[in-house]
């Protein structure tokens, strides 16, 4: 009754995006940060690829020869405002969407965020073997761990924390499939397992994109092999930056918003998103290994997207004939 | 209780203040407080130049925190300014309230019959009671209204009227604010302030209440449903997040528990509102709407308008939505109309006007012209459908190039213009640069009209808060300070 259970479809772009942003901003600084790190140690990868490969990892198109520098690369990955996934641009996208729905979040999420966007904004911005770029960005994946935590204990769980969850578990479960299916494009897995120390470097560096180097050592062992770190990265259940995990929300916080506004043809979407995850939850290493890793992980991609414009369809931007409500 | 004061002040606080011939809110005479004042007095007395500093501080971070801020326009785009506060009140006696209560009813009263009379018969245009050159001339005379019903023929549900009080300690009506009057938040939000910085005074003085604000508003929202709606849906249409009184819209949406909408949520359909969300559409039965006539439809008015909704002019003709205020209302808060307002509650009450009119002189009139034009240094001269305090000419504080240029502006269109004697407003105390210090203030109480009349007691005190200035418009330099009416 009242208005409790009814949400805008615009305020729900809004923390739906809001929470996109900010997913995109933490994973572009956790990338750079393990990626920067890989550079300093020498390694058969000379700087040139690694910057392309970086670009190759966030999903970006490769980056100009002559712009392959590392203070070019620097500004423009973090501070560059014409560069839609930059953090700038990120953490600016978000504060606008959160602007817009002021009403709806708690004071707290908007300050921190607002706090977050003033110290991007006024960086000065480091060079890449500065001490301090490693600070902004510890600044941002920490402001933004802050601001989910803020979210989770400070906003009711409904319809609204809904949106916020599955935006941010959509953009996850798209970056982790961009960062896998990019290593091994660069890191094939040989037939007989990994060698050297450069390789062994790389797979760390990988899980490490994905804060998973730990819980990955607890689960296996510290030398980790191609088949592991995919199993590990795709299919674990509980721990939160695999695929699977990012599936099972997707398809729970999907579920949880058709419950609770009631909309109609709630249908597609759910069957979607049940399918997404289903591709996940049913499949083995093993099997995606042979038939090949890049067509699963395409896949999911365009699973990934089906959700996303399902959920438009409808929750946001549904054609009026087919949805007059009371 | 009157408390006397030496020859000299007491204290360093006041030796910047200033006393004359305009009305002292605090002083009366050179030396007795007036007994409204007289807790606040003695407690500034008491509480010294440093504690009154930290408060003062406490108060506009409180602002700061809470983003209360508005949009300059004309400087760079959207400066964010905080909005300028001060943090003593001012105090109104209880019978000085309730004259003022009953005058805006009356007022209020009289102006939603005359917007319904000019819509439909027009009596009191035929009766030249008032000219009809001047309403059809009136630049926010709407054409589309003509016929049209509106429910409970209420017109203005929502006005801020601003009151001025002279030196003979009478309060005047300066101009009636019909169309979408803003402000009101800042009252509310400077007396949650107010109760934390001075709990004790606050207390001891005994001040009528504020806080029902929201909640009279749904309900007079709620009243001005359309026949047969049961449980209406009521809700705020904002221009959006770049407006310059986005803050208020957002506070007041909160405050009633209603969504805030913009246009692009609602949708129009079969001659219903819709809003969309994400259970489908929901019918809206009341949109309290915060944009000008000119954007509400670009299918009925300027059709280049994004902030309001294609078709909603003829779902509101056809009575399935109500807008609040109605569509044309600033035929009413015209400034030369305004001049004619004692006329209409005369007309349709067969009532004296309890609050007066400023003598006003009406530029189209050629001996009223010739008039003023001779003695320009000594009137106020406002074109008829600005507000905000643009577009005018304060006559002893200008230039003679100021003023050859508004003579010019006059003789091109008189009807555009009205000229008024400089008023000397009253003045209170405010606290500035660690003095206090006299300033003039008006003052806008919001007049709530629906089923009944509601006026929360109290109103927005603006402050012109550069030293000698009459401008009071937060666009100008003015600022606020909370308006406490007693109990007693």
Redesign the interface.
């Given at each position: 009754m009242?208005?409790d259970?009814?949400?805008?479809?615009?305020v729900?772009d809004s923390l739906y995006w809001m929470s996109r942003y900010l997913e995109r901003a933490e994973n572009t600084a956790r990338v750079m940060e393990v990626q920067l790190n890989l550079l300093l140690d020498r390694s058969p990868m000379p700087a040139d690829n690694r910057w392309r490969h970086m670009h190759a990892l966030l999903g970006l198109p490769n980056p100009k020869e002559s712009a392959r520098e590392s203070s070019t690369m620097v500004q423009s990955l973090a501070f560059d405002m014409s560069h839609q996934s930059s953090i700038l641009s990120c953490i600016t996208g978000a504060r606008e969407n959160a602007?817009?729905v002021?009403?709806e979040i708690s004071s707290e999420m908007w300050?921190q965020l607002n706090r977050m966007y003033h110290a991007v904004r006024l960086a000065d911005v480091p060079e890449s073997g500065d001490s301090s770029l490693h600070d902004f960005l510890t600044t941002i994946r920490e402001g933004v761990h802050l601001f989910q935590g803020i979210t989770d204990s400070t906003m009711t769980h409904g319809?609204g924390w809904e949106f916020i969850q599955l935006g941010r578990y959509l953009e996850r479960a798209h970056s982790l499939t961009r960062l896998v299916s990019a290593h091994f494009r660069e890191f094939p897995h040989g037939p007989e397992g990994d060698q050297g120390t450069a390789l062994h470097l790389e797979r760390v560096g990988l899980l490490r994109c994905c804060t998973a180097f730990e819980a990955f050592c607890k689960a296996y062992s510290a030398d980790p092999q191609p088949e592991d770190v995919a199993e590990f990265l795709i299919l674990h259940p509980r721990f939160p930056r695999s695929i699977r995990f990012s599936t099972l929300h997707i398809a729970s916080s999907l579920r949880a918003?058709g419950d609770i506004?009631?909309?109609?043809n709630r249908a597609e979407a759910d069957r979607l998103a049940g399918r997404l995850r289903a591709t996940v939850d049913f499949a083995d290493i093993g099997e995606i290994l042979s038939t090949g890793l890049e067509p699963f992980l395409r896949n999911l991609v365009r699973q990934c997207q089906l959700v996303d414009e399902a959920l438009y369809e409808t929750?946001?931007d549904?054609p009026?004939e087919t949805?007059?409500?009371? | 209780m009157t408390v006397s004061l030496q020859r000299d002040w007491p204290s360093a606080l006041f030796e910047r203040y200033e006393l004359d011939d305009a009305f002292d809110e605090m002083f009366e005479g050179r030396a007795e407080v007036r007994p409204q004042y007289a807790p606040l007095y003695k407690s500034l007395l008491e509480l010294g130049h440093e504690e009154m500093q930290r408060r003062k501080q406490a108060l506009d971070l409180s602002f700061l925190h809470q983003g209360i801020t508005f949009t300059v326009y004309g400087e760079q785009t959207g400066t964010e300014r905080i909005f300028p506060n001060d943090m003593l009140p001012r105090i109104l006696t209880r019978g000085e309230w309730e004259t003022i209560e009953r005058g805006l009813i009356q007022r209020i009263t009289a102006l939603n019959l005359f917007l319904e009379d000019v819509y439909h018969d027009g009596r009191i245009l035929k009766d030249r009671v008032v000219p009809a050159s001047m309403v059809y001339s009136c630049r926010h005379y709407r054409r589309q209204m003509g016929g049209v019903s509106v429910r409970r023929n209420c017109y203005v549900s929502v006005a801020g009227t601003d009151l001025v009080r002279l030196p003979n300690g009478r309060f005047v009506v300066l101009e009636d604010n019909l169309r979408v009057p803003s402000g009101v938040s800042y009252m509310l939000v400077s007396r949650q302030v107010m109760k934390r910085l001075f709990p004790a005074l606050y207390q001891k003085c005994g001040v009528q209440p504020i806080d029902h604000y929201g909640k009279a508003l749904l309900t007079t929202l709620q009243s001005l449903a359309p026949e047969g709606r049961e449980d209406p849906v009521v809700v705020l249409l904002t221009p959006g997040v770049y407006n310059s009184a986005y803050f208020e819209h957002a506070y007041l949406a909160r405050q009633m528990g209603t969504p805030l909408v913009e246009g692009r949520d609602l949708v129009v359909h079969d001659g219903i509102v819709y809003m969309r969300t994400t259970a489908g559409l929901r019918r809206v039965d009341v949109i309290y709407r915060r944009i000008d006539d000119d954007f509400i439809d670009p299918l009925a008015f300027r059709s280049d308008s994004t902030l309001g909704a294609a078709g909603l002019f003829q779902a509101f003709r056809d009575g399935n939505v109500t807008l609040a205020n109605s569509l044309g209302t600033g035929v009413a808060d015209d400034k030369a109309i305004y001049a004619y307002v004692p006329a209409m509650i005369r007309y349709y009450l067969g009532e004296d006007a309890i609050l007066d009119n400023v003598e006003t002189f009406l530029l189209s009139d050629p001996a009223q012209r010739a008039h003023v034009l001779d003695h320009l240094e000594r009137y106020v001269v406002k074109a008829v459908g600005e507000s905000g305090g643009y577009g005018m000419l304060v006559g002893p504080h200008s230039t003679a190039e100021q003023r050859e240029e508004f003579r010019l502006r006059i003789l091109d269109d008189p009807r555009n213009y009205i000229a008024q004697p400089t008023l000397r407003l009253s003045r209170a105390p405010c606290f500035l640069d660690g003095r206090i210090e006299s300033r003039h203030v008006d003052l806008r109480p919001y007049v709530l009209f629906g089923d009944k009349a509601t006026v929360v007691p109290g109103g927005l005190t603006r402050v012109a808060l550069t030293r000698g200035s009459l401008v009071v418009n937060s666009s100008q330099g003015g600022g606020s300070k909370d308006t406490w009416v007693l109990t007693e």
């Open positions: 009242g208005f259970g009814m949400m805008l479809s615009r729900a602007r817009q002021r009403e300050e319809e918003i506004s009631t909309a109609r929750y946001i549904y009026i949805a007059l409500a009371s | -």
